[in-house]
C-alpha cells in the first residue's frame, strides 16, 4: 500500500508545463500569520487574554523585551503587569479546573507552563504563592498526574497507554536524582511491576525491575524468567492479523472493480488494541474522503472469518493508527525502544504481502535514522516487504517489537522501511485517548550543525509567519526549557509529549548575543510548507525548501526578480544543485504543485563554481519538510 503524499516529486518535471495559478490558491480561514505584537494595543491584549492566556503571556513578554518597538500609543509597563498578571491567574485556574476534570494531560501542560513562568525573571514575582508553590514542586506534582493517569487507562482496562505513562513518572521521578524520599514508593513499584509481568510487558518490566533491584528489594515472582525467554515465532504470528478496508468498486478502464485496502496489524494490549499505518486505513477517518469504506480484520487462526475493528487514534505524522478490534488476543507483543538498534542486526518482520496472512521474513538492519517522515526517523531494512505487510511488527532476535513496518514510498523503490517504536511510546497515550493526534511546535525550521567554539546549538533556518517573532533564520537554537537540543529527531521528540498552548522558555544566540525568549506552542499543521507557500513571501521560504537563502539585487527592465546567494548549507538541495555564495541569479518561476507535494524553481544563475557560466535550471523540493518543530 502506497503512503499517501508519498509522491514528493524529486526527479526533474518540465516546469513549464505547471500553471503558475498553482501559486496563488487563497489562505484558508485556519491559515493565519502571527500578529505583530508590537502593534497590540491595551484593550487588543486584554480581549487576546480572555482568549488565550498563555498567547497574551508570550506578547507581553515580547512587548517588555522590546521597549524601542513599542508604538507610542501602546500599553504602558503597568497594564502590561496587570494584564500578564490576569492571565497567569487564568493559568493557575485551569490547571485546577483540569485536576478536578482528571484532564490529565491539560494539567500537566499548565504546570509545565506555570514552571516556565517561574523560572523567566519578568514574570517570576507575579506569580501568586499557590501557583509559585506549583512551580517549585513541579517534580512532584508531574509524578503524581502521571501516576493519576496510568491508574486512570489501567481502570479502563487499558494496560500498554497505563505502563508507558507509569514508566514515564520512574524517568522523570529518577531524574531529579536522589533528593530525599523517592516520588514512587516501594508499593508502588512492586504493584506495577507485577502488572506489567500479567501484561506480558517486557520492556516495562525490565525498567521497573532495574529499579527494584537498585532499590535491594525482592523482584515479583517469575519476572527474571519471563524478561530472560523468548517467545516462539508460532506464538507471536498469532498476536498479527491481516487488515481488509472494503471502499466499494472503482472504475479503472471503463470497468468497475473492487476499490480494497490490505494491510496488517499487531495487537499490544490484551483488551484487543492494535497497531497498524494511519495510510492503511485512512478512508476510515479523512475527512476529505467522500466514498464508502468498512474496515475488518482477519485473525491468523482463521483467516477466513471477519472480525470489526473500529479506529481510536491517529497520527498522520508518525503513519501510526489505533484500532480496537472486538476479540481477545491470543498473543500481545512487547514494544521496545530499540536503544540498542544498530545497522547489520537481525530483524524479522510478520505481515500479509498481498493477502497473504502470516507471511515471516527477515534481513538486517540497513541504518538507522533515516530523516523520511516529517518528524522523527526510519528504520531502513532489507527484509522483503510488499504491500500488505503496512502496519505488521518489526522484531529484534529477543522477540520484542522494535518498529512498525510500511512499504511503498515511491522515491524509494525497492527500499524499505519501519517507524522506530521507540516513538509509537512517545504517542501511544494519545492514540488511546482517541481522534487525531495533536502536535504542539514552535513553528521553526532548524538545520544541524557542527558544534565548535562560539558555534554551539542548532541552526534557524526559518520561522513559520504563524510563529511570533524573535527568532530568526541565522539564529542558533541554544536550549528549550534548559534542555539542549542533540539532534533535530531528538529536538523533535522533546515536544511530543507537550500541548499546544504550553509556555517554554527558549534560549537562541543571536547575533553574538544570547536571549531568553518565553513562547506559547502552537498547533503543528500536518504540512507546515502549505501554509507557509500561502502566507510567506517566496524568497523567505529558500532556506527551508533549498537550503539557501537569498540577498535581494536591484531590478532590471528585463529581470525584475534579481538576487545573490547569501548563504549555501552543505548537503542541501541548493548544494547539491551546485549553487554557492555570491552567485548572482535571476528567479524566472516559483511553482507550487501540491497534488504533487512539491515545489519549483526555475533560475538564471551564473555559477562561480562554473566560471559564472550562464544557465537557466530548475530545481524541485518536497512540500514534506523534516526539520520543523
Not at 459 to 484: C, F, N, Q, W
Request: aromatic share 6%; with cysteine; hydrophobic share 45%.
Amino acid at each position: 500500500m502506497l503512503r499517501p503524499g508519498a509522491k514528493m516529486a524529486i526527479a526533474a518535471v518540465a516546469i513549464l508545463t505547471l500553471s503558475a495559478a498553482c501559486v496563488s490558491a487563497p489562505p484558508k480561514d485556519s491559515e493565519k500569520a502571527a500578529p505583530s505584537y508590537a502593534d497590540l494595543k491595551k484593550d487588543q491584549l486584554k480581549e487576546l487574554e480572555a482568549a488565550d492566556a498563555s498567547r497574551a503571556l508570550e506578547a507581553v513578554a515580547s512587548l517588555l523585551d522590546s521597549v524601542s518597538a513599542r508604538a507610542a500609543s501602546g500599553p504602558s509597563d503597568e497594564d502590561l503587569t496587570a494584564i500578564a498578571s490576569e492571565a497567569i491567574a487564568s493559568i493557575l485556574a485551569d490547571y485546577d479546573s483540569s485536576l478536578t476534570a482528571k484532564d490529565f494531560p491539560k494539567a500537566l501542560s499548565r504546570l509545565d507552563s506555570l514552571r516556565a513562568l517561574a523560572a523567566y525573571p519578568r514574570f517570576a514575582a507575579l506569580l501568586p504563592e499557590r501557583a509559585a508553590a506549583e512551580a517549585s514542586a513541579w517534580r512532584e506534582r508531574h509524578v503524581s498526574i502521571l501516576v493519576s493517569e496510568a491508574e486512570g487507562f489501567f481502570a479502563k482496562k487499558q494496560s500498554a497507554p497505563a505502563l508507558v505513562v507509569f514508566v514515564e513518572a520512574l524517568g522523570v521521578a529518577k531524574e531529579g536524582g536522589a533528593t530525599g524520599k523517592p516520588l514512587l514508593s516501594d508499593a508502588e513499584l512492586g504493584l506495577w511491576a507485577g502488572r506489567a509481568l500479567e501484561a506480558r510487558d517486557r520492556r516495562s518490566l525490565r525498567l521497573l525491575c532495574a529499579e527494584i533491584s537498585a532499590r535491594a528489594l525482592p523482584l515479583p515472582a517469575g519476572s527474571a524468567d519471563f524478561i530472560a525467554t523468548r517467545d516462539p515465532m508460532s506464538s507471536m504470528r498469532e498476536g498479527v492479523v491481516t487488515i481488509r478496508v472494503d471502499r466499494g468498486i472503482k472504475i479503472e478502464q471503463g470497468l468497475g472493480v473492487p476499490d480494497r485496502v490490505l494491510g496488517t496489524a499487531f495487537y499490544i494490549d490484551r483488551s484487543g488494541y492494535a497497531i497498524t499505518n494511519y495510510h492503511v486505513i485512512a478512508s476510515e477517518v479523512d475527512p476529505e474522503y467522500e466514498g464508502y469504506s468498512h474496515m475488518s480484520v482477519k485473525p491468523a487462526d482463521s483467516p477466513e472469518d471477519r472480525i470489526g475493528a473500529k479506529v481510536i487514534g491517529y497520527d498522520r505524522l508518525l503513519d501510526l493508527a489505533l484500532i480496537k478490534v472486538d476479540t481477545v488476543p491470543e498473543y500481545v507483543f512487547s514494544l521496545s525502544d530499540g536503544a540498542q538498534l544498530a545497522a547489520g542486526q537481525k530483524i524479522y518482520a510478520i505481515g500479509s504481502p498481498a493477502g497473504l496472512e502470516n507471511t515471516v521474513t527477515s534481513g538486517i538492519v540497513s541504518a538507522v535514522g533515516r530523516k523520511i517522515l516529517q518528524t522523527g526517523s526510519a528504520i531502513q531494512i532489507d527484509a522483503a516487504l510488499n504491500p500488505g505487510n503496512s502496519g505488521g511488527p518489526l522484531l529484534d532476535e529477543s522477540g520484542d517489537a522494535v518498529g512498525i513496518v510500511f512499504a511503498g514510498m515511491t522515491q524509494y523503490q525497492s527500499l524499505n522501511f519501519a517507524i522506530p517504536a521507540e516513538w509509537l511510546l512517545k504517542v501511544l497515550p494519545d492514540l488511546f485517548r482517541g481522534g487525531e493526534v495533536r502536535r504542539a511546535w514552535l513553528g521553526l525550521a532548524l538545520a544541524e550543525k557542527e558544534s565548535g567554539p562560539r558555534q554551539t546549538g542548532i541552526e534557524i533556518t526559518y520561522r513559520h509567519p504563524s510563529a511570533a517573532a524573535g527568532i530568526e533564520e541565522g539564529d542558533r537554537l541554544l536550549s528549550i526549557d534548559g534542555k539542549e537540543p542533540k539532534d533535530i529527531p531528538a529536538t523533535q521528540a522533546s515536544l511530543l509529549r507537550s500541548y499546544p498552548g504550553v509556555l517554554a522558555l527558549v534560549r537562541v544566540r543571536s547575533g553574538g548575543l544570547e536571549k531568553t525568549l518565553l513562547r506559547s506552542l502552537g498547533e503543528r499543521p500536518y504540512s507546515p510548507m502549505d501554509s507557509a507557500t500561502r502566507l510567506d513571501r517566496k524568497e523567505r521560504l529558500f532556506p527551508v525548501l533549498y537550503g539557501m537563502s537569498l540577498t535581494p539585487l536591484p531590478s532590471t527592465l528585463l529581470e525584475s526578480a534579481n538576487f545573490s546567494v547569501a548563504k549555501v548549507w552543505p548537503g542541501s538541495i541548493a548544494d547539491e544543485s551546485g549553487l554557492s555564495e555570491n552567485d548572482p541569479i535571476a528567479l524566472k518561476r516559483f511553482v507550487v504543485d501540491r497534488e504533487q507535494r512539491a515545489a519549483y524553481i526555475q533560475i538564471y544563475v551564473k555559477k562561480r563554481k562554473a566560471g559564472f557560466l550562464e544557465s537557466i535550471i530548475q530545481i524541485p523540493a518536497s512540500l514534506e519538510i523534516a526539520s520543523f518543530i
